[in-house]
T-cell receptor
Framework: ETGVTQSPTHLIKTRGQQVTLRCSSQSGHNTVSWYQQALGQGPQFIFQYYREEENGRGNFPPRFSGLQFPNYSSELNVNALELDDSALYLC???????????????FGPGTRLTVL | DAKTTQPTSMDCAEGRAANLPCNHSTISGNEYVYWYRQIHSQGPQYIIHGLKNNETNEMASLIITEDRKSSTLILPHATLRDTAVYYCIVRDSSYKLIFGSGTRLLVRP
């Protein structure tokens, strides 16, 4: 069974640029959630995708957007990068129906984004 | 906001049990308690979850008080590799996990 994978591992961008991060869900999982973790803090929920549609969203501006593909993999896109976007971006996949409190989320290793 | 309160840091000796407490006094009847841990710069790792009954798996045990207002994660024989930040999360019926600051556990040789 393959776990959650993310690419790239590390990324350096400059202010104003755009970035795309990728996530492959664990085998058998149909739901993907994205989190942002700033240095020294706990992860913060960005949004979740289920059946290729955004299922819920945290307190993040519209320049954070995403996609989910038929194979359940997902992308996180961030436009007009700001210095504060520097963080570890985590993807988590789960297998139950979206919104179920018992669908355990399994995390990938994350992508470390640095904005200069 | 996170619905849990955890000590900022703890330590224990290698080979001894590590008992990590968590307070969740406002927990509702249908909310689960989840535990994750995060080793430096890695993604959070799922440990265990429960609703009312105590739970045990190959990694840990979860003890939930009868009133469900607090719980304890027990690592029965801590090793150096268990040094990590441990997050206690109360999960409602929504889609998201709300992480607090967690407990930084240091396992001493």
């Amino acid at each position: 069974e393959t776990g959650v994978t993310q690419s790239p591992t590390h990324l350096i961008k400059t202010r104003g640029q755009q970035v795309t991060l990728r996530c492959s869900s664990q085998s058998g999982h149909n739901t993907v959630s994205w989190y942002q973790q700033a240095l020294g803090q706990g992860p913060q929920f960005i949004f979740q995708y289920y059946r290729e549609e955004e299922n819920g969203r945290g307190n993040f501006p519209p320049r954070f957007s995403g996609l989910q593909f038929p194979n359940y993999s997902s992308e996180l896109n961030v436009n007009a990068l700001e210095l504060d976007d520097s963080a570890l971006y985590l993807c988590a996949s789960s297998s139950a129906l979206a919104g179920a409190s018992t669908d355990t989320q399994y995390f990938g290793p994350g992508t470390r984004l640095t904005v200069l | 906001d996170a619905k849990t309160t955890q000590p900022t840091s703890m330590d224990c000796a290698e080979g001894r049990a590590a008992n990590l407490p968590c307070n969740h006094s406002t927990i509702s009847g249908n909310e689960y308690v989840y535990w994750y841990r995060q080793i430096h710069s890695q993604g959070p790792q799922y440990i265990i979850h429960g609703l009312k009954n105590n739970e045990t798996n190959e990694m840990a045990s979860l003890i939930i008080t009868e009133d469900r207002k607090s719980s304890t994660l027990i690592l029965p024989h801590a090793t150096l590799r268990d040094t990590a930040v441990y997050y206690c999360i109360v999960r409602d019926s929504s889609y998201k996990l709300i992480f607090g600051s967690g407990t930084r556990l240091l396992v001493r040789p």
